[in-house]
């Protein structure tokens, strides 16, 4: 009975508001209670008034994936192409070192078979050890330098990054080193002047001076002044595959190179090198600035 008349309460409260006159029972009044009756079909027809009850519990319809008219989501390809994309500096740098990399090969397997000497490879023959250092260890900078270009190498507390760079660095050294001992002390091969061999002294000593720059700031802890100097050094080594570039731009606008067109063209190349490594540093100093800045405008 007392669940019937609370049933019959609820039913009745949300009648009044479609206007239905009928005043609610008071539970509380001192008039003696009227007998109410309470049967299946009187609660049927009270819970579906309206739909206001039922239409509350209704549990809304799921629709399945495969169903007609609902496609299935796009799967989001954002991140593998991200992925991709992490990778294709380190491959285009490898594809720029390929040939003067393949040179350097040839130019090994002369020296270990004894092939003929001429007055083009007369100078290797005479003094093979500076030439040899030089090939091994610009391959290695050359290879494992691409590599620290993708951001998760990168990471200052990975140790990919920090055991490669202490291969790269001394590799960079015996590289630079071999480069201008040649540069001093070799017989200038044909083509080559005085304007060239002062290119190959200046841009030379500036590798060095980048790569010791590098080391002096990460020795104080200086993680960003020490990625812009190794970056720096790195595109000055790189110098030799632009240069094949730059040699093939010549040769197709202004024919075969005088002494002046090569010292210009070759020079070119490493300026190409040194302004892209610039752009690459200035853009990333933006976000280290605005970085800086929030430090700076709200402290913790």
């Not at 494992?144 to 291969?167: D, E, K, N, T, Y």
Request: charged share 15%.
């Amino acid at each position: 009975m007392i669940a019937c008349l609370l049933l019959n309460e609820i039913v009745t409260l949300m009648s009044t508001t479609d206007g239905d006159d009928t005043s609610p029972p008071d539970l509380f009044s001192s008039e003696p209670a009227v007998k109410h009756t309470c049967t299946a079909q009187d609660l049927w027809k009270g819970l579906t008034m309206n739909g206001t009850v039922i239409n509350k519990l209704r549990v809304p319809k799921v629709h399945s994936l495969g169903e007609p008219g609902n496609p299935a989501p796009q799967k989001n390809n954002a991140p593998a192409k991200a992925r991709s994309a992490k990778w294709l500096v380190p491959a285009g740098l490898i594809m720029l070192s390929a040939i003067p990399l393949t040179a350097g090969a040839f130019r090994l397997t002369q020296l270990a078979s004894g092939a003929a000497i001429t007055p083009e490879n007369a100078r290797f023959f005479a003094s093979p050890i500076p030439v040899v250092l030089h090939i091994i260890s610009v391959s290695l900078y050359a290879i494992l330098g691409a590599f620290q270009f993708v951001p998760s190498l990168r990471q200052r507390r990975h140790r990919w990054h920090r055991i490669v760079g202490r291969l790269l660095i001394p590799s960079g050294l015996v590289a630079v080193l071999s480069g201008l001992w040649m540069t001093q002390f070799y017989p200038w091969p044909k083509g080559d002047g005085v304007i060239l061999y002062e290119l190959r002294l200046l841009f030379g000593s500036a590798m060095l001076l980048s790569i010791l720059l590098g080391v002096a700031a990460i020795r104080r802890r200086d993680f960003a002044q020490h990625g812009d100097w190794m970056l720096r050094g790195y595109a000055i080594g790189m110098g030799a595959g632009t240069q094949v570039l730059t040699g093939m731009a010549g040769a197709l606008m202004i024919g075969p190179p005088s002494e002046l067109s090569r010292a210009i063209l070759m020079g070119a190349a490493w300026v190409i090198n040194l302004a892209v490594a610039e752009w690459i540093i200035r853009k990333r100093r933006i976000p280290r600035a605005h970085s800086a800045l929030a430090v700076v405008t709200h402290p913790h």
